[in-house]
């Protein structure tokens, strides 16, 4: 019962966010249609993250899957660079979780700032009702945190107290 749950929820949130543009494919490449199935963004991304749009924001890839990550708008005008390592989810609440640079990770807003700082082994959840779950990965096992959007970092607990 629970797993039928969890499916029609998928079916009701999922799915009417990815239908506002659905995914089209063409030559090994990705674009976006629009409900009359017009193609409304040529098919020219290696990847699209599954998320899809969000905020009116979606993560893509230009060339391969193991290139950058960058973000374009609804019209596919790329608004902020490829120069994101992963992206964790879409942008909720105006912030998406991202790694970026070497070994660094954090959330992001719509212009592209970092605007909270997580240590690498940090997993960033999305906002919901200005909270977000964020999963720590340590020698001590697995830990969850929530934070909220005044939070400027989160940095992993370690046993060891010659470590910072």
């Known amino acids: 019962m629970k797993n039928l749950f969890i499916f029609l929820l998928l079916i009701f949130i999922v799915q009417p966010m990815s239908a506002q543009m659905p995914f089209i494919g063409e030559n090994g490449k990705v674009g976006f249609k629009d409900q009359t199935g017009k193609v409304v963004i040529p098919c020219k991304f290696a990847v699209v993250h599954p998320s899809g749009f969000s905020e009116g924001l979606c993560a893509v890839k230009k060339e391969s899957s193991l290139s950058k990550w960058g973000f374009i708008d609804t019209s596919g005008k790329l608004v902020l660079k490829y120069k994101y390592r992963s992206v964790h989810h879409g942008f909720s609440e105006g912030l998406c979780g991202v790694g970026y640079g070497m070994w660094k990770s954090g959330y992001i807003d719509k212009s592209g700032k970092v605007v909270i700082k997580l240590d690498d ?28 959007k005044n939070t400027r970092r989160v940095k992993m607990q370690t046993s060891d107290p010659g470590v910072p």
């Open 121 to 148: 082994l940090v997993h960033p959840g999305a906002f919901r009702n200005g909270r977000a779950k964020v999963t720590l990965y340590s020698e001590n096992g697995v830990e969850t945190q929530t934070i909220d």
